[in-house]
C-alpha cells in the first residue's frame, strides 16, 4: 500500500511511497482511510523540527487527524464494517505515570506518551491504517468527511472544559469570550463556545474572506484589529495563535476573574524581568488564571464527537477549504491565505 512518510528531523526526507501493510500489532480493527487533516505539526515535521520514528525504523507515516471505513473490525469491539471511524492520537506512557494510569494520557506527567503520526507510531496517512477497538472512534455517519474535523475538536472540548472546570473557584457566571486566531481551532472554539450559549467575538488579521463570514454566520463578532481594541473585558479567553503580542495582550484585556485558556504553540518573543513582573502583577490585582492546554483524552473524544453531531453540517463544510489527493501532499503542506482545514482525500466517504 502507499503512504506519507518522512524521516523525522530532517528537512525535504517526505514522500509518497509504497510501505508493507499495517501490522496486525497496531491494532485489530483494520480500517481503509478516507481524509486526513493537515495540520501545523505536520508541516513542522516535514520541515524537520519535530517527531520521531517508530524504535527501530527510520521513517514515521505522517498524519494524526483521521477519518476511516472500518474494513474489518475484528473479533472484539462494537465495530461493524463500513462503519466512520477517527482513530486517538496519544497513548498512555509504558511505566504509567498516575495520570496516564486513569487514562488521562492528555495529562501525562512523565513525557513518555506516545502519539500517532509524531511520536514513536506511525501515523494515519497510509491506504489503510490499523488500530485497536478502544481508541477507534466511531463518528456520526452523516458527517461523512466532516468526521476528519473530529480531532481538532477534542482539543477545544478540552479548553473550554478546563475553562469551566477553573472557573468553579468562585461564583462564575461567564458571559462573554474573546477567541484569538480564526484558524480551525480557533473557529471550532467559537462553535464550542456557541453551544454554550456564550457572547463569543473572535479575532483574527484577515479582513476579508471565509474566516469573518465563518464567524458571522455562527451568530458571533468579528474584530481584526488588536486584543485591546475589542472594546469590552472578556471573562474567558481561548487563545489559538501562540503569537507572543497576541498573548501579551490578552493578559492586559482579560477582565476580573478571567481565565485565559492557551491552545496554540508559538516561538520566540522576548520577556524582560519587568515585563514578566508587569504580568504577574495584572494576574494578582485581577485573579486571573492563564492555564495551558493540550491534546485530549476520551471524554473529550466523546464531547467532541456530540459538539460536530449536533453542528450544522453546512457551516462545517466551510471549514474545509481544500481537498488534495495523497500524491499532492507536498501541495496540501503549503499554506495559503484562505486556507482553514486543508485534507488530502485517500477514498471516497
Ligand atoms: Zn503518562
Not at 250 to 262: E, F, P, Y
Amino acid at each position: 500500500m502507499k503512504a506519507i512518510t518522512v524521516e523525522p528531523r530532517k528537512p525535504g526526507t517526505a514522500r509518497f511511497e509504497e510501505i508493507p501493510e499495517p501490522d496486525v500489532h497496531e491494532g485489530s480493527v483494520l480500517v481503509e482511510a478516507v481524509a486526513v487533516g493537515v495540520c501545523g505539526t505536520d508541516v513542522e515535521i516535514v520541515e524537520g523540527k519535530y517527531g520521531w520514528a517508530p524504535p527501530g525504523a527510520t521513517r514515521l507515516v505522517l498524519g494524526h487527524e483521521s477519518l476511516g471505513r472500518v474494513v474489518d473490525p475484528g473479533p472484539t469491539g462494537g465495530l461493524k464494517r463500513g462503519d466512520l471511524v477517527v482513530g486517538i492520537v496519544r497513548r498512555p506512557d509504558p511505566v504509567p505515570c498516575p495520570n496516564c494510569a486513569v487514562g488521562e494520557w492528555d495529562m501525562c506527567r512523565n513525557g513518555q506518551y506516545t502519539e500517532r503520526g509524531i511520536k514513536q507510531i506511525h501515523g494515519f496517512m497510509s491506504e489503510r491504517w490499523r488500530i485497536e477497538p478502544e481508541y477507534a472512534i466511531r463518528v456520526d455517519p452523516g458527517l461523512g468527511i466532516l468526521g476528519v474535523l473530529l480531532e481538532p475538536t477534542t482539543v477545544i472540548a478540552k479548553a473550554l472544559e478546563q475553562v469551566a472546570i477553573i472557573g468553579r473557584r468562585s461564583f462564575w457566571e461567564p458571559r462573554t469570550v474573546l477567541v484569538t486566531g480564526a484558524g480551525p481551532i480557533g473557529l471550532l472554539a467559537a462553535l464550542g463556545a456557541k453551544s454554550h450559549g456564550l457572547d463569543v467575538h473572535v479575532l483574527d488579521r484577515m479582513e476579508s474572506g471565509p474566516k469573518p463570514d465563518l464567524v458571522r454566520a455562527l451568530g458571533a463578532t468579528y474584530h481584526s484589529g488588536s486584543v485591546r481594541e475589542v472594546g469590552f473585558e472578556p471573562d474567558a479567553i481561548v487563545e489559538c495563535t501562540g503569537v507572543g503580542q497576541v498573548i501579551a495582550d490578552s493578559i492586559q484585556a482579560i477582565g476580573s476573574s478571567g481565565i485565559i485558556c492557551l491552545t496554540g504553540v508559538g516561538h520566540g518573543g522576548v520577556v524582560t524581568a519587568a515585563a514578566c513582573a508587569d504580568i504577574a502583577a495584572s494576574t494578582v490585582l485581577k485573579n486571573n488564571v492563564i492555564v495551558g492546554s493540550v491534546n485530549a483524552n476520551k471524554r473529550h473524544w466523546y464531547k467532541a464527537g456530540n459538539l460536530l453531531a449536533r453542528a450544522d453540517r453546512n457551516w462545517l463544510s466551510r471549514l474545509i477549504t481544500r481537498r488534495e489527493r495523497p500524491e499532492n501532499f507536498e501541495r496540501a503542506l503549503e499554506r495559503k491565505p484562505d486556507d482553514i482545514k486543508v485534507v488530502i482525500q485517500f477514498s471516497e466517504v
